[in-house]
């Protein structure tokens, strides 16, 4: 187990649908991340979370909804999805907001909105 | 802000060969530079990174160069295995504050 747990690892939800995809760090790291992985293109970051505080929201459509309850989990909360949302979303950790900490990512949920 | 652009994007070499991935980023201000193997259907996972400080850096069959002056970096992977097939993204960040900007991944095929 990498430290970094995310569930469900699929996911197929219509547009009309609300559901939430979770993701646990048990590394005690203070920064979480969620990135978007689409085929063809590069990893897209979403939301950066410090010390369970927003700090970077990359012009992402509201039907994505982040929520950092404690430092330890991070939720994207889904609703009124479109197909092109379909994507593998990975989460990410690390010991604070630098990246030469070093990121830890999780398996990803694999998203597809039909 | 900053803009990673990573070639090519796919690669195929024989088992044995050398393989050579290259990125170049467009913030002067980025200093840290990580490479991610990504295994088919497996998290990506950091294998080697350099920062502006030092120009390259090998761990075994594995090695990084960077050039400052032309803001380009490369991965380098001698004696190829099946087992380096995986798709390999580059990165760059500042390391104050420094979320990371990927490129668009090179997807690796090492044929035995």
């Known amino acids: 187990e990498t430290g970094v747990t995310q569930t469900p690892r699929h996911l197929v939800m219509g547009m009309t649908n609300k559901k939430s995809l979770k993701c646990e760090q048990h590394l005690g790291h203070n920064a979480m991340y969620w990135y978007k992985q689409s085929a063809k293109k590069p990893l897209e970051l979403m939301f950066v979370?410090?010390?369970?505080?927003?700090?970077e929201n990359n012009s992402v459509p509201s039907r994505f909804s982040p929520e950092c309850p404690n430092s330890s989990h991070l939720f994207l909360h889904l609703h009124t999805l479109q197909p092109e949302d379909s994507a593998l979303y990975l989460c990410?950790?690390?010991?604070?907001?630098?990246?030469?900490?070093?990121?830890?990512f999780g398996s990803g949920t694999r998203l597809t909105v039909v | 802000g900053e803009n990673v652009e990573q070639h090519p994007s796919t690669l195929s070499v024989q088992e044995g060969d050398s393989a050579v991935i290259k990125c170049t980023y467009s913030?002067?201000?980025?200093?840290?530079f990580p490479w991610y193997k990504q295994e088919l259907g497996k998290r990506p996972q950091l294998i080697i990174d350099i920062r502006s400080n030092v120009g390259e850096k090998k761990d075994q069959r594995i090695a990084v160069t960077l050039n400052k002056t032309a803001k380009h970096f490369s991965l380098h992977i001698t004696e190829t295995q099946p087992e380096d097939s995986a798709v390999y993204f580059c990165?760059?960040?500042?390391?104050?504050?420094?979320?990371?900007?990927f490129g668009q991944g090179t997807e690796l095929s090492v044929k035995p």
């Open positions: 979370y410090s010390l369970e505080e927003r700090v």
């Open positions: 913030d002067s201000a980025s200093n840290y």
């Open positions: 990410a950790s690390s010991q604070g907001v630098r990246a030469d900490y070093g990121y830890t």
């Open positions: 990165a760059a960040s500042k390391q104050q504050g420094g979320k990371l900007i």
